[in-house]
């Protein structure tokens, strides 16, 4: 089971957009350096699938990109769901996945429209958004980085 690095995604602060990086290091007891939640939880990152972001625009008729999930890193190709207590790679870091995202009020709220209510949006991500996972090594990421199970 292998897939890729998509796309990385970091804010600087708390309630800024995210915006896409060319690359990024993840630093064990940190995460994601540069990220609103660098430092946070004893070093976690999220993942999503952009398969599920599709999925989620296919079912809601909605048009939101990867960034607007709140997600540092996209991945392609790779079931996210299945590396819940799991070690995974991101290129040569090691990871361990250790819950899923699911979805909540806030992302809701966030990608809400009229035609859209922010319970329907939650519905329509649900088990579907994403993984949380503990930076296990320190290196650099990159979009087409392989994503691969330890």
Known sequence: ???NIDGIYLATSHGDPQRQVGAGKLTVGVG???DRYANADGGVVSLI???A???FNAQTGLS????ETGRNIVT???RLNELVGKQFRLGEVLLEGFELCEPCAGLGKRLSTEAVDASAVVAAFAHSAGLRA???GTGEIAPGSV???A
């Open 49 to 51: 699938e952009a398969e």
């Open 53 to 55: 972001v599709a999925a």
């Open 76 to 78: 392609r190709g790779i």
């Open 1 to 3: 089971m292998a897939g």
């Open 64 to 67: 939101v990109a990867a960034a």
């Open 147 to 149: 994503v691969v199970e």
């Open 134 to 136: 503990f930076v296990r």
């Open 32 to 34: 994601l350096e540069g």
